[in-house]
């Protein structure tokens, strides 16, 4: 197979291309390094049980060693540990506040205006994680410049290369996974109407008659909404592939033998979307969660939006308490609808990857001030 770096489409999506039945299993070479990629929840499994990440010069992970280990450990502890993550609630208070009013104050002229949502989660989202990372101490203006700098350098390496800047990832990372993912939800719920009143409906009975201050202390009540949130992630993972490991030994997957020192490529995108694992794969269904055991922990592997094991995402607590309380702002606040009379069908959703996948075209929608916003 060519360099997928080359290719027109998505390498998740080549990918799960050509690990079709016939062609379970798949060779790749990106680089000097001879890769198997996997697309099936068994094959994930291997690579669970006997492989970790190395790095080599041409490698696009950071080393699996000392360096790698004190970062992570660092990140673990001071930055995005429970502690840390709690903390920081007046923040994501504070900053998911300012993207309400953002919206009122774009949508406050005469008749309906279309605003540039996903434009507006990116600066959310940017600046919770800035403040964050940097505290208050730094002015708006440098962290702006330190994240585009980054976001430039990271768009460039896309594809298979996600950590070479471990060190400003979790910023980065921080920004574009949980922006991109709230972009999604919203777009879901534009195209499936019913899911999006069942979701606003929970949410202005949750936070009916209570101050804003009290509305992240309400995230357990909403079951639906965070049902939305997960499916939104089975079918639009920002990071369709997982960070590549390496395998350490020959073994076997299957009918198919992995090389020992091949990079293993998990396609947990192509995972969350097989008819082997999901009934409707392609078709957004929150409810499915119900009964099932699926969650952030990477421990089904038919759903790794995190990842698993120990490269698995550090940021998911701190990613999460930011998402859903974006989302259940934007239910709550505002009524949501689709520009110029389009129909949710017609509402896009191609996709770009480059350091994580996100929509092609921002997402444009029309807000209608919900009458509670005497609140702000
Ligand atoms: C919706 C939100 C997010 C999703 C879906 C997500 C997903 C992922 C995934 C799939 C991986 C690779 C895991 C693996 O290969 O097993 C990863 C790695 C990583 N994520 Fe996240 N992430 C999110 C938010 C965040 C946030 C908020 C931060 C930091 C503030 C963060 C920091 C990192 C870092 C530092 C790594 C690399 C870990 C390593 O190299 O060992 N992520 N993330």
Redesign the pocket.
């Known amino acids: 197979m060519g360099s997928p770096l080359r290719r027109k489409h998505p390498p998740h999506a080549h990918l799960a291309a050509s690990g079709r039945p016939s062609r379970p299993g798949l060779e790749a070479r990106p680089g000097d390094v001879p890769a198997a990629g996997t697309a099936s929840r068994r094959g994930r499994a291997f690579s669970a049980g006997r492989s970790s990440s190395t790095a080599t010069s041409t490698s696009p992970?950071?080393p699996y060693g000392a360096y790698?280990r004190a970062l992570?450990k660092l990140?673990a502890l001071e930055?995005?540990c429970g502690f840390k993550v709690r903390q920081l609630a007046p923040t994501r208070d504070r900053e998911t506040m300012s993207l309400v009013r953002e919206v009122v104050r774009r949508c406050s002229g005469e008749g309906p205006v279309v605003v540039n949502l996903g434009e507006l989660l990116v600066s959310c989202a940017s600046s919770i994680?800035g403040l964050?990372a940097f505290g208050d101490r730094c002015s708006g203006d440098l962290m702006e410049q330190f994240l585009s700098a980054i976001s430039v350098v990271i768009f460039n390496i896309s594809g298979f290369c996600?950590?070479d800047l471990?060190p400003s990832?979790?910023?980065s990372?921080?920004t574009g996974?949980?922006s991109s993912?709230a972009e999604w939800v919203m777009a879901e719920l534009m195209k499936n109407p019913d899911a999006m009143v069942k979701a606003q409906n929970e949410v202005r009975r949750a936070f009916k008659n209570i101050g804003p201050h009290d509305h992240e202390s309400q995230m357990e009540e909403l079951y639906y909404t965070r049902m939305v949130i997960k499916e939104t992630?089975r079918l639009h993972?920002?990071?369709p592939l997982?960070?590549p490991r390496v395998c350490r030994e020959t073994c076997n997957v299957g009918p198919f033998e992995v090389a020992k020192g091949s990079r293993v490529i998990?396609n947990?995108w192509a995972i969350a979307r097989s008819p082997e694992h999901w009934d409707d794969a392609e078709k957004f269904k929150p409810e499915r969660f119900e009964n099932s055991m699926a969650d952030f922990k990477?421990t089904h592997f038919e759903y790794?939006?995190?990842?698993?094991?120990?490269?698995?995402?550090?940021?998911?607590g701190?990613?999460?308490s930011?998402?859903e309380l974006m989302v259940a702002r934007l239910l709550y606040y505002f009524d949501w609808s689709l520009p110029d009379g389009m129909r949710p069908e017609e509402l896009d959703m191609d996709m770009t990857v480059g350091a994580s996948a996100k929509r092609t075209n921002q997402l444009h929608l029309v807000a209608s001030p919900y009458e509670v916003l005497m609140d702000l």
């Open positions: 992970s950071p790698w992570r990140c930055l995005l994680t964050a996600v950590s471990f990832l979790w910023i990372g921080g996974t949980v993912t992630l993972p920002p990071l997982l960070l998990i947990s990477g790794l939006p995190f990842g698993y094991g120990r490269r698995m995402c550090p940021g998911s701190f990613g999460i930011v998402l």
